[in-house]
């Protein structure tokens, strides 16, 4: 079913997938005037569909929130859907999560966003962007002044699209969040990431989780931390965090003033001493107001570290220690 919210919360709905529903799409917005949101997932919509919805979106100017998400866009049909954010002038939010979108769509998308002055949220999460997919969105994000959140996770973005990414990041001055998880950013990716982050002054989220961080990207990136002065959110769950690296880390934590929430779930540790090397880090922090340790494999050692830390602390919250295997002594 397909879900048009009004501004008045009235809900519409509509049986059907693909054609059929792409066209009672058309017929709605030309009778409902005040439609603010379209809900389109899981709809089956490929290129044809496409075809329609764009020219059915491109009438409306009080559509604000899209959701194309987990259906068959392609690249054909992604330059159709490029033709909305040329030609809408009320379209905020975009979500392409989960279709076939690659380095074509991306390009005609990259195109539009250049001119585009009203989108703000861009998800293309789980398509199938690679570096020169990566690239296009940079080369948008370059010129585009409007848009606050990017979503790239799950996606084969290597080395050298991070690196476009991250010199992007040194230009624009208005994207708040950054999703990058599920990627293939390593240690040469999280260099480039780590000089951005020292030169941005608008991101406030990163979220650079599930990559292939080992001791020197992690290392680089809490080098960063005490010279940035405006992230307020960081997710490095499930990457790979050596000694050197947390000890860099932690010295972070000792000095940044800004950071108030650290997300280290699933975290893959080489020795206890590495938690006990970020715990430590909070002793005179006066920022971080939420910390997230599930899965990160506790141990004694590091829950006595914490406990101790937490004595002296005064500005930690929020703490989360699920999913540890946590004995009688910790």
Do not use: P
Request: aromatic fraction near 4%.
């Amino acid at each position: 079913m397909i879900r048009l919210y009004q501004e008045l919360d009235r809900t519409i709905l509509l049986d059907g997938n693909g054609i059929h529903v792409a066209k009672q799409l058309t017929v709605l917005l030309e009778e409902r005037k005040n439609i603010v949101l379209v809900d389109l997932s899981y709809r089956g919509l490929d290129y044809v569909c496409c075809v329609e919805i764009a020219e059915a979106l491109r009438k409306s100017n009080t559509l604000a929130n899209v959701d194309l998400s987990n259906n068959f866009i392609d690249d054909a049909g992604a330059e159709k859907i490029a033709t909305i954010l040329i030609e809408n002038k009320s379209l905020t939010t975009l979500n392409l999560y989960k279709n076939f979108i690659g380095n074509e769509g991306t390009a005609k998308i990259s195109v539009a966003l250049k001119d585009n002055k009203f989108l703000t949220v861009l998800n293309l999460a789980e398509n199938l962007l690679d570096d020169i997919g990566a690239g296009n969105i940079a080369n948008a994000l370059k010129e585009n002044k409007t848009l606050t959140t990017i979503d790239l996770s799950k996606n084969n973005i290597h080395t050298s699209g991070i690196e476009s990414i991250a010199n992007a990041l040194k230009k624009n001055q208005t994207l708040q969040i950054l999703h990058l998880g599920g990627n293939a950013l390593d240690d040469d990716g999280s260099f480039h990431i780590a000089q951005a982050l020292k030169l941005n002054t608008s991101l406030t989220t990163l979220d650079i989780s599930f990559n292939a961080l080992n001791w020197r990207g992690s290392a680089t990136i809490a080098d960063a931390l005490k010279e940035n002065e405006t992230l307020l959110n960081l997710v490095l769950d499930g990457n790979f965090i050596s000694g050197t690296g947390s000890e860099r880390l932690g010295v972070a934590l000792n000095e940044n003033k800004t950071l108030t929430s650290l997300f280290l779930r699933d975290i893959r540790t080489n020795d206890d001493l590495v938690l006990v090397n970020i715990i430590n880090g909070l002793k005179q922090n006066e920022g971080l107001t939420s910390l997230n340790l599930e899965g990160a494999g506790l141990s004694s050692r590091s829950l006595t570290s914490l406990a101790d830390v937490l004595k002296e602390n005064k500005t930690l919250v929020t703490l989360s220690v699920r999913r540890n295997e946590i004995d009688y002594n910790g």
